[in-house]
Antibody
Framework: EVQLVQSGAEVKKPGESLKISCKGSGYSFTSYWIGWVRQMPGKGLEWMGIIYPGDSDTRYSPSFQGQVTISADKSISTAYLQWSSLKASDTAMYYC????????????WGQGTLVTVSS | DIQMTQSPSSLSASVGDRVTITCRASQGIRNDLGWYQQKPGKAPKRLIYAASSLQSGVPSRFSGSGSGTEFTLTISSLQPEDFATYYCLQHNSYPTLTFGGGTKVEIK
């Protein structure tokens, strides 16, 4: 069974750094792109970026380029989303999702990680 | 970049109503589109893939149609559990993707 399990909720202060994770299981982790999606409180879904764990090829939405870093450790089947300096506006739910292939789109989703940034 | 315009942004409907939601792509995307349902506090769930293929386990009252730039999600007879927010997602620009803005379906 394909599963994506994300790390737990985080409460941080502005200016702090953060790295959240998404662990895949039940499939070949290195063979599928893993994407990250932001959902700000009461708002819609926004695609942030995506990584291919097999070779770490990474693409970012123009809206998020330079704001976050996406990485992966294929040895432990885990993808990451990190911030070097959080802002209050980063408060949101973050989801990871597997891209099933060129004609599939996002087929499996993690449960979400709530990030709260507040002084 | 491909933009997805979803309409309406919200709608009110009654149980048993037929509901239609539309997504328009800024350029042709063949049938590289999925529809997702999201309930409060939950991750999105895929209903339709490849524009018109029903995801396994999804009730047959959900259907999708369209190709190119215009796509439709139809709920033939709205049920109480269908009150949720619906999103389209294009993946023609593989591996990058774009979401529509969402449609909140509320009880009339």
């Amino acid at each position: 069974e394909v599963q994506l399990v994300q790390s737990g909720a985080e409460v941080k202060k502005p200016g702090e750094s953060l790295k959240i994770s998404c662990k895949g299981s039940g499939y070949s982790f290195t063979s599928y792109w893993i994407g990250w999606v932001r959902q700000m409180p009461g708002k819609g879904l926004e695609w942030m970026g995506i990584i291919y764990p097999g070779d770490s090829d990474t693409r970012y939405s123009p809206s998020f380029q330079g704001q976050v870093t996406i990485s992966a450790d294929k040895s432990i089947s885990t993808a990451y989303l990190q911030w070097s300096s959080l802002k209050a506006s980063d408060t949101a739910m973050y989801y990871c999702a597997r891209h099933g292939g060129p004609d599939k789109g996002f087929d499996y989703w993690g449960q979400g990680t709530l990030v709260t940034v507040s002084s | 970049d491909i933009q997805m315009t979803q309409s309406p942004s919200s709608l009110s409907a009654s149980v048993g109503d037929r509901v239609t939601i539309t997504c328009r792509a800024s350029q042709g995307i063949r049938n590289d589109l999925g529809w997702y349902q999201q309930k409060p506090g939950k991750a999105p769930k895929r209903l339709i893939y490849a524009a018109s293929s029903l995801q396994s386990g999804v009730p047959s009252r959900f259907s999708g149609s369209g190709s190119g730039t215009e796509f439709t999600l139809t709920i033939s007879s709205l049920q109480p559990e269908d009150f949720a927010t619906y999103y389209c997602l294009q993946h023609n620009s593989y591996p990058t993707l774009t979401f529509g803005g969402g449609t909140k379906v509320e009880i009339k």
